[in-house]
């Protein structure tokens, strides 16, 4: 878990001192009283927050919303926890995923895009041109003498 340094757009940036401090005092509790504590600083984001949140990437808001409604679901805190530690591994997975793919995606355009000026420079045969010339043609030697 990252403190939150950067100022972006408005408030007053968490100073890192008062970051890790929270950070010690929440290891030292329970899941469930966690997401008591996330709860509450839920609610007092909603009444006092100085500005938005950053917005959470997709894959952010697919595990939120499933730890949301397994806790709705009154499924124990340890339970959630271990579960969101599993999609947390699958979407590290996923990302590696995702990155190799765009990898990929990005050569095989980068070498069509650099084999296209080729082909385009190859000029296609005609189908009805002559065969080129031999040229002249070598005499052919007498019958009755022999080289």
Same mark, same amino acid.
């Given at each position: 878990?990252?403190?939150?340094?950067?100022?972006?757009?408005?408030?007053?940036?968490?100073?890192?001192?008062?970051?890790?401090?929270?950070?010690?005092?929440?290891?030292?509790?329970?899941?469930?009283?966690?997401?008591?504590?996330?709860?509450?600083?839920?609610?007092?984001? +909603? %009444?006092? *927050?100085?500005?938005?949140?950053? &917005? !959470?990437?997709?894959?952010?808001?697919? =595990?939120?919303?499933?730890?949301?409604?397994?806790?709705?679901?009154?499924?124990?805190?340890?339970?959630?926890?271990?579960?969101?530690?599993?999609?947390?591994?699958?979407?590290?997975?996923?990302?590696?995923?995702?990155?190799?793919?765009?990898?990929?995606?990005?050569?095989?355009?980068?070498?069509?895009?650099? +084999? %296209?000026? *080729?082909?385009?420079?190859?000029? &296609? !045969?005609?189908?009805?041109?002559?065969? =080129?010339?031999?040229?002249?043609?070598?005499?052919?030697?007498?019958?009755?003498?022999?080289?």
């Amino acid at each position: 878990m990252s403190a939150v340094n950067a100022n972006d757009g408005g408030g007053k940036a968490m100073n890192q001192f008062l970051s890790d401090r929270v950070l010690r005092k929440l290891e030292t509790l329970s899941d469930e009283r966690v997401y008591q504590v996330l709860d509450y600083i839920e609610f007092l984001e +909603s %009444k006092y *927050a100085e500005k938005k949140p950053a &917005p !959470a990437n997709v894959f952010q808001r697919f =595990a939120e919303g499933v730890e949301d409604t397994m806790r709705a679901g009154q499924v124990s805190a340890s339970t959630v926890a271990e579960t969101m530690n599993l999609m947390s591994k699958a979407m590290g997975v996923l990302s590696g995923v995702g990155a190799a793919g765009k990898s990929v995606v990005s050569d095989l355009v980068g070498s069509a895009t650099s +084999s %296209k000026p *080729a082909a385009a420079d190859a000029k &296609p !045969a005609a189908a009805d041109t002559k065969p =080129a010339d031999p040229g002249p043609a070598s005499p052919k030697p007498d019958a009755g003498t022999k080289p």
